[in-house]
């Protein structure tokens, strides 16, 4: 089910976002909307922290909509309809944490990448099985329906369990429902540091870069989000943002 969230003030320390309750399909909404479509259980790049989401994507894509003398609207999904929505036409970028892949670039186009980030491997504290990807092989693997974790696990030929969140996934670890989970180093990070009961393993299992998607050909919106994603790597100014929200997420307890 897709949440709307209207964007409704923008402040140095946070972006703050209520929900509107107001959908929007392909053609509804005024032609000065610019919808962002996301999936905000992704801490830093985008979490709920009480009413407000909070996210590095959003900050990224209200700059776009200025650029493009519009108006931002943040949509909420889950991370498997994400790039599905903006294909259908119900928003016109997508932001959430967005691993460029091949598979991916057959359906939408992407921008210049904003961030370097991986996959890492979550255990339970006490767990002194599970050192490095390969001993993965016949474990209950939890990842986040629909990423980069999910298609790393599927390649190795394993089904994984998958859930709706990092945070989700993490649970059932805890609940010992599976044995070990994959997931962005972000989220992961932001929720360890957190959770003493689980640690996160040294090392990556992937080297991936994010970027926002668009719908295939359009090049108005593509032009637009590498403007502005060039300045601020120019800038430096995405680091700043980036860590500003690491610090937010920080003083937040469990992300779902
Ligand atoms: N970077 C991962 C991917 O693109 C996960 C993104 C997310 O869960 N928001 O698949």
Excluded at 168 to 194: C, M, N, Q, T
Excluded at 237 to 242: A, L, Y
Aim: aromatic share 6%.
């Amino acid at each position: 089910m897709m949440k709307s969230i209207t964007f409704c003030a923008f402040a140095a320390a946070a972006c703050l976002l209520v929900f509107s309750g107001c959908g929007r399909s392909s053609g509804e909404g005024g032609d000065n909307e610019f919808v962002m479509i996301t999936e905000a259980s992704f801490p830093p790049y985008e979490f709920i922290s009480g009413d407000k989401i909070i996210v590095i994507d959003v900050e990224i894509c209200r700059r776009i909509a200025a650029e493009l003398g519009k108006e931002l609207v943040v949509q909420d999904a889950k991370f498997d309809s994400v790039i599905p929505s903006l294909v259908a036409g119900k928003a016109d970028i997508a932001a959430a944490g967005i691993t460029v892949t091949e598979d991916r670039k057959m359906s939408v186009d992407f921008s210049e990448s904003y961030v370097i980030s991986g996959i890492v491997i979550i255990v339970r504290k006490d767990d002194a099985e599970i050192k490095s990807g390969a001993d993965l092989i016949g474990k209950r693997v939890g990842v986040q329906a629909g990423t980069t974790s999910d298609t790393y696990m599927v390649e190795q030929k394993q089904e994984p369990d998958r859930f709706d969140s990092p945070a989700l996934a993490v649970a059932a670890l805890k609940a010992g429902k599976v044995d070990v989970v994959v997931a962005d180093v972000d989220p992961a990070r932001v929720i360890a540091s957190k959770d003493p009961d689980i640690r996160i393993l040294d090392g990556m299992l992937s080297s991936e870069e994010f970027a926002v998607a668009v719908r295939k050909g359009d090049k108005v919106t593509l032009d637009a989000a590498n403007k502005v994603i060039r300045e601020l790597k120019a800038s430096g100014e995405i680091d700043k943002i980036k860590a500003q929200y690491e610090a937010e997420a920080d003083k937040l307890k469990g992300n779902e």
